[in-house]
C-alpha cells in the first residue's frame, strides 16, 4: 500500500513541537510493517538542506505566487525513507519558525504556502509530477496540510483515500475569506461551507469536511473535541462525522527517547540500574546552579509555554514547592506574558528556579533525565508526548486529567499503588491550588523511596512504542 504523509515539520529538520516527532516516527513504523510510506514537506532551508541524495523531480510555475518551485526527492536523514519536498524559494527560504516572521507573527503569506503544500501532495495522488509513483492513500498533519484533501475531493476521478489527523484543534488555520481567490479552490455550495468558518476561512475544516477518515491524537481527545468545550466551534461538524472520526494514541521513537542509551547523558541508565538516574540528577543540578541535593525534589517542566500548557498555573505552584524545598526547572518558550513570569521567577530564586527560553533539544534529554517529576498540568492535551518521554526516564509525569494525558498516566491513588498500577500523579481541576496540593501528595511520597521506586519501575516498562498505533492506522488505511 502507497502511503503518502503530508506535514510542516519533521523531527530533527524541523521542529516546534510534537508534530514533528510523530511525522519523523510513524512514517518509519508504517513502513516496518511493510507498507510503501513516502513524506511530503515544504522546502523550509532546514528540510531541504537536511535531505540527503535529493534529486530534482519536475519543475513547475508559477504556483501560489512562486514564479518557480523545484519538487525534490531524497532521503531522510534518520529513517531513509524517500521525502519530496517542495522547493519554492520565494515561499519557504525563510528561517526560523516554520510559521512565524521574525516579529513573531504569523507570515502573510501563510495561506499560500501551505495550500501549495496541499496542492502538491494533491498532484502527486494524480500521477502529474512523479509518474514512478502515486499515493493510494494522503494521510494530512494538522491545518498546515489540510488543503490536501480538498483539492483532492475536487478531482472527480482520483480515487485517492485521504485520512487528516488533528494534532491540535485550536489551530484551525483561519484566513480572510478573500484569501480564496488565491487558493484555486471553486467555493461555492457546499464547497463553501466546507471552507467558510464564520466569515473566515479555514484549513482544519476543509480537512475535517473532506477527508474520508479523520482521527485525533488520543481517543479521550477524539471524544471531547466533539463537545463545545473543547470543539473551538469545530465540534458540531465532528459529530456529524459519526463513526469516520477516530482516536489513536501517538507512541514513541525510543531510539531517540532511552535513557539506556541516550547520548545527551551524563550516564545512561534503566529501571534495573537506576544509579544513573541520580547521577543524572546531580549533574543536571550542577548545570543549573543548584544545590546539589539528591534529596530535594527537582520539578521540570519541558514545555511551550502558553496558556494550552498551564503554564499559569505552574506559576501559582511555585510558591508552594519551594516552601516544600523543591527545585523547578522549565525549559519552552511561548506566550511573552508567562516567559517573563518565569524569568521574574527565575531572578527571585536563582538558588532553585532555572528557567530556559528556547529551544534546546540536548537540555530537553538532560532534564527528562535528571528531573523527579515532569509537570504537565494542560488546559487540553491532545496527546503529549513529554509525559511519555518522562515515564521511559523513570521521571514521574504529573498531568492534568485531559486528552492524551487522562489515557496514558494512572493515577497513584491507594488503590492503583496497591494494585501496581499506578504510573503518576492526575488532578482535574485546572486551579494552582489543587496543582499544588497534588505536587504536595507527589512530595509525601517521594520520601518513601520503596513505592517512589515502585512507581518509576512501572513507567519505564510500560510499551508506548508505535507497535500498535501503527496497526491501528493501517486497519484505518485499509478501511477505506
Ligand atoms: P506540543 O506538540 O503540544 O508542544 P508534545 O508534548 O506533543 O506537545 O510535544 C512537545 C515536543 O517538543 C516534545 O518532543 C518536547 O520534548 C519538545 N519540546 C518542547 N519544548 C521544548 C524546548 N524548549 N526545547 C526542546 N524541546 C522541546
Ligand atoms: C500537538 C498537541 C500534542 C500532541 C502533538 C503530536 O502539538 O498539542 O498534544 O502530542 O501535537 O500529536
Not at 531517540?256 to 543536571?284: E, F, M, Q
Not at 521540570?300 to 524545598?325: C, E, F, H, I, Y
Not at 492526575?426 to 505536587?439: C, H
Not at 523511596?449 to 501503527?470: H, N, P, T, V
Amino acid at each position: 500500500m502507497r502511503v503518502l504523509h503530508v506535514a510542516a515539520e519533521i523531527y530533527p529538520l524541523v521542529k516546534t513541537g510534537g508534530l514533528a516527532d510523530v511525522v519523523a516516527a510513524l512514517p518509519a513504523a508504517l513502513a516496518a510493517r511493510g507498507l510503501d510510506v513516502r513524506v511530503l514537506l515544504p522546502g523550509m532551508p532546514a528540510i531541504l538542506s537536511g535531505i540527503v541524495e535529493a534529486k530534482r523531480i519536475i519543475r513547475l510555475g508559477p504556483v501560489f505566487g512562486a514564479a518557480v518551485v523545484t519538487l525534490r526527492r531524497g532521503r531522510l536523514p534518520d529513517s531513509g525513507l524517500l521525502a519530496y519536498v517542495i522547493d519554492a524559494p520565494f515561499l519557504y527560504r525563510r528561517d526560523g519558525s516554520p510559521y512565524l516572521g521574525p516579529d513573531g507573527r504569523d507570515w502573510r503569506d501563510n495561506h499560500r504556502r501551505f495550500a501549495l503544500l496541499g496542492w502538491i501532495a494533491a498532484h502527486l495522488a494524480t500521477g502529474e509530477l512523479d509518474r514512478s509513483w502515486r499515493p493510494e492513500v494522503v494521510h494530512a498533519h494538522d491545518w498546515h496540510a489540510g488543503l490536501a484533501p480538498a483539492y483532492i475531493a475536487q478531482c472527480p476521478a482520483l480515487n485517492t483515500a485521504t485520512v487528516f489527523t488533528i494534532h491540535n484543534l485550536a489551530f484551525r488555520g483561519l484566513f480572510p475569506l478573500d484569501h480564496h481567490n488565491d487558493l484555486g479552490l471553486m467555493i461555492s455550495g457546499a464547497d463553501q461551507s466546507a471552507l467558510e468558518f464564520h466569515g473566515h476561512l479555514s484549513f482544519m475544516k476543509a480537512a475535517l469536511f473532506h477527508s474520508a477518515r479523520v482521527n485525533a491524537v488520543s481517543p479521550t481527545y477524539a471524544r471531547e473535541i466533539c463537545t463545545p468545550e473543547f470543539g473551538w466551534g469545530l465540534d458540531g461538524l465532528l459529530r456529524d462525522r459519526g463513526a469516520n472520526l477516530s482516536g489513536i494514541l501517538n507512541g514513541v521513537d525510543y531510539a531517540v527517547w532511552d535513557p539506556g542509551s541516550d547520548r545527551a547523558l551524563a550516564h545512561n541508565y534503566t529501571a534495573d540500574r537506576l544509579r544513573g538516574k541520580r547521577i543524572c540528577k546531580l549533574r543536571l543540578q550542577a548545570e543549573l546552579g543548584f544545590a546539589l541535593r539528591s534529596k530535594a525534589p527537582l520539578l521540570a517542566v519541558v514545555s511551550r509555554l502558553t496558556s494550552q500548557k498551564g503554564m499559569d498555573l505552574v506559576l501559582g505552584a511555585l510558591p508552594d514547592v519551594l516552601a516544600a524545598g523543591g527545585q523547578l526547572v522549565v525549559i519552552g518558550s511561548g506566550e511573552a506574558e508567562i516567559e517573563n513570569a518565569f524569568r521574574a521567577a527565575a531572578r527571585a530564586h536563582p538558588a532553585s528556579v532555572s528557567v530556559h527560553l528556547g529551544f534546546d533539544d540536548a537540555l530537553s534529554h538532560r532534564i527528562m533525565a535528571g528531573a523527579d517529576i515532569l509537570l504537565v498540568p494542560s488546559r487540553f492535551e491532545p496527546c503529549g508526548l513529554t509525559q511519555l518521554y518522562a515515564l521511559r526516564y523513570g521521571t514521574i509525569p504529573l498531568v492534568r486529567r485531559v486528552g492524551g494525558l487522562a489515557d496514558t498516566v494512572i493515577d497513584a491513588t491507594p488503590e492503583h499503588l496497591r494494585a501496581g498500577t499506578a504510573n503518576g500523579f492526575v488532578f482535574d481541576d485546572a486551579s494552582s491550588r489543587v496543582l499544588a496540593g497534588r505536587i504536595g501528595d507527589a512530595l509525601t511520597l517521594m520520601r518513601s523511596a520503596a513505592a517512589w521506586q515502585q512507581l518509576q519501575k512501572r513507567g519505564m516498562a510500560q510499551d508506548f512504542s508505535w507497535a500498535d498505533s501503527a496497526l491501528r492506522y493501517e486497519a484505518l488505511y485499509r478501511s477505506i
